[in-house]
């Protein structure tokens, strides 16, 4: 990347101090991360604005200032004013890395509830099918068969295009990744040509930050917008803002339904569900309604990149899904409940996995949930998610989930306050304690549901992430109950 390729990419406002035979070096989003020559975006975050650290990066090392506006002034450092950084970046980001997203089919998952399960589906089947997939989402990171931690659900573009380069360098065609809507209205992925992208629903979450439902809609139909006619949309017909992503969509258009002859539910148990799409017997392990629309979107997917019917269908028979998701938490001994775990922290979510059990639960099975909501989130859902369990479970333990800053006994009360009565409710700040009680009272043929965490091995109070594991804890206590321990 040469000074004059940088300038011609930003089509900037104004340009100062150019020194063409200046080297560039890395590009950075943060100050902190600057050394000699590098090129520092400032960006205005939701929290913190870049443009005020701008002289720390030429401190640092940065060469190269690319911003909205600066009074900064220093014939050493050429200073380039466009009219939108966020834009920008990735864009960028992606030429900086050598544009592997070109080199890559790229296939993105939006929507609130089953973007986890779907990529990670997607991945599995092709992967069985050899092909040569990555993974990019809320529980892992993989390149190819190899996995690494994922901080967010979609990464900042430069660590975007970074990896991506990883991805081609070690052999990738494909790449599946979830597209969050936060990362749709921070213009994460501008710079990445999708071939393939779906929606899975929408429904009342991250309310805190689009503030509204129709603003949280619009940020995830811009990864719709901008499809090609080269591209395919998959999208869950039956949702209602299904139509919505396709409005202004040039790609070819591709609508899932359980509502005609096309595609039905033939079975749906405690041991899996099985599904007709377009004559196709799918036969998987994993439960629920929610889970039909997962897999339905999974095989036009894979369909739309020209993958067999029969080889798609064969690989869903064996494909787990993503873990933390309705995952059975094992227990030697007959005497033990059934405890699942999901990352079920909205009530959308919540009701599609309390639904579910409650439907395929044997008649003489209690159905107990324990379930918190996260601190410095959209408060309005937390009495829905009261209402929710109240509906489908005998019995509820409230608990804390990710407080963070706020005091957990207030969230616990504002659920509390949801319910119309408290018969079958308990309240135990102490997560740990929550599921111990639950665990210690259930009969043996009961089904506890642990909802919010999911995959996730921390809880986060007060900024500090501590290790804590649903799974973990949830099989210890299944094992002291067997030895009539604690």
């Known amino acids: 990347m040469t000074l004059k390729r940088l300038i011609e990419i930003c089509d900037p406002l104004h340009v100062t101090n150019a020194n063409y035979g200046i080297e560039l070096g890395p590009l950075v989003l943060d100050s902190r991360d600057a050394k000699d020559n590098s090129v520092f975006v400032a960006v205005r975050g939701t929290r913190v604005d870049g443009h005020m650290f701008i002289e720390d990066a030429i401190e640092r090392g940065a060469t190269v200032v690319i911003c909205e506006d600066s009074f900064y002034t220093n014939e050493d450092v050429c200073v380039i004013e466009v009219e939108n950084t966020k834009k920008l970046t990735g864009v960028i980001a992606q030429e900086f890395a050598g544009n592997p997203a070109e080199k890559l089919q790229v296939i993105g998952i939006t929507g609130t509830n089953g973007k986890t399960t779907t990529a990670t589906l997607v991945y599995q089947v092709l992967r069985h099918c050899n092909r040569n997939a990555s993974l990019l989402g809320t529980v892992s990171k993989r390149i190819l068969d190899d996995e690494f931690d994922s901080k967010l659900t979609t990464s900042d573009p430069i660590e975007l295009a970074n990896d991506m380069l990883k991805m081609v360098e070690a052999g990738s065609e494909y790449l599946v990744m979830e597209v969050s809507s936060h990362a749709l209205d921070q213009y994460r992925v501008a710079g990445v040509a999708f071939k ?110 020209g993958l067999d019917p029969k080889e798609i269908v064969k690989a869903l028979s064996k494909a787990k899904g993503a873990p933390g998701r309705m995952e059975t938490v094992s227990g030697s001994g007959d005497q033990n409940p059934l405890v699942i775990v999901d990352y079920a922290h909205t009530p959308d979510a919540l009701q599609n996995v309390l639904s579910t059990l409650s439907a395929v639960k044997d008649a003489s099975q209690n159905l107990t949930v324990v379930f918190g909501a996260g601190g410095d989130r959209d408060s309005s859902k937390r009495p829905e998610m009261a209402k929710i369990s109240e509906l489908f479970a005998d019995k509820v333990f409230v608990t804390s989930d990710n407080p963070r800053t706020e005091n957990p006994d207030v969230i616990i009360a504002d659920i509390i306050a949801g319910f119309e009565k408290l018969d079958k409710v308990s309240s135990v700040t102490n997560r740990k304690d929550a599921i111990k009680r639950a665990i210690q009272e259930a009969e043996s043929n009961e089904i506890i549901l642990i909802a919010g965490k999911g995959h996730e091995d921390y809880q986060e109070i007060n900024g500090e992430r501590h290790h804590f594991d649903d799974r973990e804890i949830a099989a210890e206590l299944l094992k002291l109950k067997v030895e009539g321990g604690g």
């Open 196 to 305: 393939v992208a779906a929606f899975t629903n929408l429904s009342h979450d991250h309310l805190d930050y689009h503030e509204t439902l129709n603003e949280y809609a619009k940020a995830k139909r811009r990864l719709f917008d901008t499809l090609s006619e080269e591209s395919y949309a998959v999208v869950n017909a039956d949702d209602k803002y299904g139509a919505y992503m396709l409005d202004r969509c040039k790609a070819e258009k591709i609508e899932l339904s359980f509502n005609n002859d096309k595609a039905y539910i033939l079975e749906n148990t405690a041991n899996g569900i099985s599904i007709i799409i377009d004559g196709e017997k799918i036969e998987s392990p994993l439960v629920g309604k929610f889970n039909a629309y997962n897999l339905g979107e999974v095989y036009y997917i894979c369909k739309a990149l």
